[in-house]
């Protein structure tokens, strides 16, 4: 299994990113898939889960911001993040494996919201 995100960066507050996660290595369109966050100093948040229709569901931190979508042609996870706000501010992970330690997960891509 490989995962591999990618789309990090610094943003200002309500800027947007979007965040691809590349799979390999398992057949990524029958898995649930899931975005999930650490912020500095704290433990996992779980962001979003995908199933392989592409239904998602959210954490209520961010509802109405956050979308997260699949595209099982392209192996390939999003999450398209707008209205970034300061407490956004996480190392994002796709994980192939459910709570409650999101095993397989890729390395992570930092995300920064600040002014």
């Known amino acids: 299994v490989q995962l591999v995100e990618s789309g990090g960066g610094l943003v200002q507050p309500g800027g947007s990113l979007r965040l691809p996660c590349a799979a390999s290595g398992f057949p990524f369109s029958y898995y649930y898939m899931f975005w999930i966050r650490q912020a500095p100093g704290k433990g996992l948040e779980w962001v979003s889960r995908v199933a392989p229709t592409g239904t998602a569901y959210y954490a209520d931190s961010v509802k109405g911001r956050l979308s997260s979508s699949r595209d099982n042609t392209k192996n390939t996870l999003y999450l398209q993040m707008n209205n970034l706000k300061t407490e956004d501010t996480a190392v994002y992970y796709c994980?192939?494996?459910?709570?409650?330690?999101?095993?397989?997960r890729g390395q992570g891509t930092n995300v920064t919201v600040s002014s």
């Open positions: 994980a192939s494996g459910g709570p409650p330690e999101y095993l397989p």
